[in-house]
Structures are given as C-alpha cells and as structure tokens.
C-alpha cells in the first residue's frame, strides 16, 4: 500500500498514474478489459445482485446489493463519527441557478444532463403525439425546467452557508443521488449512483487538514473490506483541451487522491471507489462565502463511492455475503 502524500514526490508518478486510471496500460488490450467488464456484469446479472434496465449504467439492485450497500454506508459513517459533521441530505435534482455557480458545465459539459418539462399546449400535444405516432423523437416538444440532474452531492451545500463560516469551520455529511452521462457497459461506471461526501468549509490549512486528515481513515476503512487499496493523485475528466491543462494542474498541486483497486485483476487498471478532493478557494469564490478571519474561505469534501465500493466487495468476495471472509463480514457488521 503507498501513500503518495507529499507534494513533491507526488507530482512525478502523478502524471502516470492519472493518465493509467482513465486510459489503458499498455500491455493491457482494450478488448481484455472489455471482456473482464462485461464478465463482472453478467456475473452480477446472473446472479441476481444487479437487473438490467436496458439502458447503459442503469440498474435495479435487488436485496443482496441493498444489504452490501447499507452495511458499506452505515460502515463509511462510522468511520467518520469523529467529526460530528452535520447531516444534510438534497433531492436528485437542483436549481439551474446553484448549479450555474459551480461552474461545472464549463468543466464536464458532456457530463451534466438536464431537466426539460412539458409546458405547451392541447396544440403542441397533438403535435407530440403524432410525432411518436409517426416513430420520432418527441423530447424536443419539452421546455427546459431551470433544473439540473446533480452531478456532486456537494454542489447544494455553497449556497446555504451563508457568507461567513464560524471559527473552525463546518463540516457535512451529505448523502445523495448522482447524475452523470457516462453511459457505459462496466458495471462500475453507472449513471445514477450515490456517493456519501464529508465535506469542510473553513480556512485554506482547516479544509488542508480536512482532506489530509482522512485519507488514512478511508484507506484503512476500505482496507478492513479485505479490498486491495492504492492512493493515488488523480485528476478530475475535465473536458476538451482547456480541460487537459486543468488536469495537469490538478494532478501537479496533488489536489485529488482516488482510492483505487484492482476490480479487473492486476493485469488491468485499478477503479476508484473513493476520492479526496481539495477545492481551495473554488466554491468560497463562486458562492462568497469567508472565513471568521476575513479571507476567502476554502473548502475539501472527501467521496465513498458506494455502489462502486459494493460491486468491489462482490467482485473480490464474491455474489453471495454469507461466505465472505469473517473479518470482513465484521469490519461491515453484516
Ligand atoms: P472516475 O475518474 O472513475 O470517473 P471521478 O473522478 O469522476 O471518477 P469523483 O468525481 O471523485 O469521481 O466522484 C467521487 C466517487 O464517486 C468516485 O471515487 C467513485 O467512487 C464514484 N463515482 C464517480 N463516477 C461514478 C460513476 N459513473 N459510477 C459509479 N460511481 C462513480
Ligand atoms: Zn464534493
Ligand atoms: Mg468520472
């Protein structure tokens, strides 16, 4: 297990890291990863952990997943007891103006997926139906609905804190859906998936601290899952050549560490389960928010990804939970 923690020795493996978590190692054959995905899948499939909802990414989760599930949350959260964070939990969706602040659609455009609604007519309707009468798209008869699918379970957070946080800061929990348009056929990439964040708002060396301090809980955490863990710098899918540089930045300032694992065996790339995310001054200035010292006020939120941290657990251990290792049914009190 390594830690690439410090700044300086963490900015030359960095680049290969980064690049080797999203593309391919070289002796690593697309179709052999493709192969090991899709074998995962129908496993999870045939098994009835996971069911088809005929769209790429999509899933129903049946009893077993659900029971892995809760037991990694409840599990996550007492990890995290020690910062008595305060809960808060927002729906799938939020208003296009907190999103706009984000700034996201400038990073992850072919990311975000938006909300229309039908706002027309008895005229328009005809016309809806007898373009799905004639086998047309009838989605573009719907009106954009100033909603976003949310994408980060933090975004909601910024706009609520009002303009100052108190001395120390505050720290969250923030439980909930994800949206993102990656439709793909690796039963780790899903669109609709949760993630459970603990995220700090306070000075540039408290949020520091924040992400600093809990990386080696989650890793011991995930660890206890009997799961094969590397933290690695990485760096977020920011989009179109703009976004290579951003990435490159992010990678060279260590701001994000993933916690990946092996999912597809150690001849391929490892899958991040988990992040830690230092955002420095991104959402104080966007939202003007300071600190009780005046300054602008920064902020970290740490990630569990928790249906990709349940698919690691049946990958590793297999469809049925019963006959898990022991200590692992005992780090998640199933
Ligand atoms: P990746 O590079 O693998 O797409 P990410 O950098 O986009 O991950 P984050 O934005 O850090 O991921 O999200 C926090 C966590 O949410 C990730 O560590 C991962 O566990 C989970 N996650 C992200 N995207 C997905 C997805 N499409 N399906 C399932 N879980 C996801
Ligand atoms: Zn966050
Ligand atoms: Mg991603």
Known sequence: MTIHLDHDTAAPAASETAVGTTAAPVEDSADALGAARAELRDRLLADGVLLDLGSPGLYGRTGVFERVYSAVDAAAVRSQADLDAEVLRFPPVEPLASFERTDYIASFPDLAASISGFTGDDRTHRALLAARERGERWEGFLEPADLMLTPAVCHPVYGLVGDTVPEGGRSFDILGDSFRREPSLDPMR????????????????????HRDDRIP??????ESFGLEIDVVPANDPFFGRVGQMLARNQVEQALKFEFVTPVYGPGHDATAISSANLHEDHFGTAFGIRSADGGVAHSACIAFGLERITIALFAAHGTDPDEWPAAVRSALAL
């Not at 899903?190 to 949020?207: D, N, R, Y």
């Not at 809980?217 to 995930?222: E, N, R, S």
Request: net charge neutral.
């Open 190 to 209: 899903l669109q609709a998936f949760h993630m459970h964040e603990f995220v700090h708002i306070g000075t540039p060396a408290s949020a520091k601290a």
């Open 217 to 222: 809980v989650m890793h011991a955490l995930l």
